[in-house]
Nanobody, 118 residues
Framework: QVQLVESGGGLVQPGGSLRLSCAAS????????MRWYRQAPGKEREFVAH????????NYADSVKGRFTISRDNAKRTVSLEMNSLKLEDTAVYYC???????????WGQGTQVTVSS
């Protein structure tokens, strides 16, 4: 069974940090690119960060560049998102996504809530 399970969300003050993790199972993790997306209340889901299957390539949405870092551990079948200098506008449900050129979007996690509030 293909599964992505996110963890690490929570409540944090502006300027704080959180680390999200996503654990994959049921598919060959190292063959897939991974992404983080987020969806704020009343808004569409938006791209946050991408990492290639080997971990050598990454890219980020302009809104998080320089503050967020995506990484992966293919041996542990996990992808992480280190979030620093969090802002109120980072509040959203964060989703983990597996994708490949021939599948497109292959799997989604259930999401983890991140709330930035003073």
């Amino acid at each position: 069974q293909v599964q992505l399970v996110e963890s690490g969300g929570g409540l944090v003050q502006p300027g704080g940090s959180l680390r999200l993790s996503c654990a994959a199972s049921g598919f060959t993790f190292s063959n897939f690119d991974m992404r983080w997306y987020r969806q704020a209340p009343g808004k569409e889901r938006e791209f946050v960060a991408h990492i290639g299957s080997t971990g050598r390539s990454t890219n980020y949405a302009d809104s998080v560049k320089g503050r967020f870092t995506i990484s992966r551990d293919n041996a542990k079948r996990t992808v992480s998102l280190e979030m620093n200098s969090l802002k109120l506008e980072d509040t959203a449900v964060y989703y983990c996504n597996a994708r490949r050129y021939d599948f497109g979007n292959y799997a989604w996690g259930q999401g983890t809530q991140v709330t930035v509030s003073s």
